[in-house]
């Protein structure tokens, strides 16, 4: 009897180590220099202690997991635990997403726009179900700084826009023809080849390209243009199997700590775009282009006519239904997620992380999201 009831305590030991040693195994695509990884560095760093060390996170940066494309099915099918999607490369699974992503070149603000968008989803049910119906979870988005075009030639006037081969897609696409350009679609990780092969001549992305991709070897100039905004970046998609596996206080956790994640990123990336324009760019040997008035006045009259177009777009298109009423909710929300961000300091990591942990889940209720 003793030795069976050594054999039973040694054996509840070793089952509590074992439920205190779940790893998350964490793609996210993009190499370790992408600022937005500031957030899986924070998860990684906080998610022990909160949750009395019964989950640790290991960070796969880079292809070292699951490649950009491969991380949406990785996570559903358990290659993954958590990973950041991008959504915009699945748009007929995640329509509902890609509706509101078509409104990029509203806003430029970044910690606006990844509130709103963020509050958005997390607060719509067909939004939040798409998720659900590929086996993960969603947590929110982080936002890309303003779009510019970075070009192997100074791109300035409508004429030194035609005929450009420009890497763009969804509204910036629409842009790039509007102008006469051609719309090329790459994956993120291909442009530097592109460039360097001549494929394309100019790229629409935020400035820290010319680091985090190493476009400032390729491509020497950027026109200072901006065009707005991606923030529809996925951060946090979780399995549904391991999601569904926690206890609430796990849960909580886990979604607290996604969110302070994603606003000290955007704060980072928000702080980060300001030092690059300041002279970033100029200390790397690239040149700052500032385009005509003609160019502004062109980008500025296609958003205003692409705007309504978005609803019957996603509606005949994709089979998005209530098409408009859901770009107006979404745009209600960037009106409110600006008077909220008007009143913090948006470079400031603690600041955002406190204002997206308390406000983009709305009126959800945590205790019971996702299950």
């Known amino acids: 009897m003793k030795r069976l009831t050594s054999y039973l305590c040694a054996a509840t030991v070793l089952m509590t180590i074992g439920a205190k040693a779940e790893e998350l195994r964490f793609a996210i695509g993009v190499p370790d220099n992408f600022t937005m990884v500031d957030a899986m560095r924070y998860f990684k760093e906080k998610i022990p202690e909160r949750t009395d060390g019964e989950i640790t996170a290991r960070l796969f940066t880079g292809s070292s997991l ?35 992503g078509d409104l990029g070149m509203t806003g430029s603000n970044l910690v606006v726009m990844a509130g709103a968008a963020s509050e958005y989803c997390l607060t719509s049910e067909e939004c939040r179900q798409e998720y659900l119906n590929e086996g993960q979870v969603f947590l929110g988005f982080t936002s890309t700084a303003p779009y510019r075009l970075i070009s192997t030639t100074p791109i300035k006037s409508l004429e030194d826009l035609k005929g450009k081969r420009i890497r763009s897609f969804s509204a910036f696409g629409r842009w790039a023809e509007a102008v006469d350009a051609v719309q090329v679609n790459l994956p993120a990780g291909d442009i530097y080849e592109g460039f360097s092969q001549g494929t394309i001549d100019v790229n629409t ?46 849960r909580l956790a886990v979604l607290n700590t996604a969110a302070e994640g994603i606003g000290r990123a955007a704060a980072a990336t928000y702080a980060g775009d300001i030092e690059s324009h300041e002279k970033g760019v100029a200390d790397m040997g690239v040149e700052v282009v500032t385009p005509d008035a003609e160019v502004i006045a062109a980008t500025e009259a296609f958003v205003e006519e692409d705007v309504p177009g978005i609803a019957e777009l996603n509606e005949t298109k994709f089979g998005v239904t209530d098409a408009q009423a859901k770009i107006d909710r979404f745009r209600g929300l960037v009106d409110k997620w600006e008077g909220l961000v008007a009143e913090i300091d948006a470079s400031a990591p603690d600041q955002v992380a406190d204002l997206f942990r308390d406000n983009i889940y709305g009126d959800t209720d945590k205790a019971s999201y996702g299950m």
């Open 66 to 100: 699951l490649s950009f494309t491969e991380t949406f099915s990785g996570i559903r099918d358990g290659i993954a635990d958590m990973g950041y999607v991008v959504s915009s490369y699945h748009r007929a699974e995640l329509k509902e997403t890609n509706l509101i």
């Open 205 to 250: 992305h935020p400035y820290e390209a010319f680091v985090t991709l190493s476009l400032k070897d390729v491509a020497k100039y950027v026109t200072d243009l901006p065009l707005g905004t991606f923030f529809i970046n996925a951060l946090f998609n979780t399995n549904v199997d391991v999601w569904r596996g926690w206890d609430e206080e796990t």
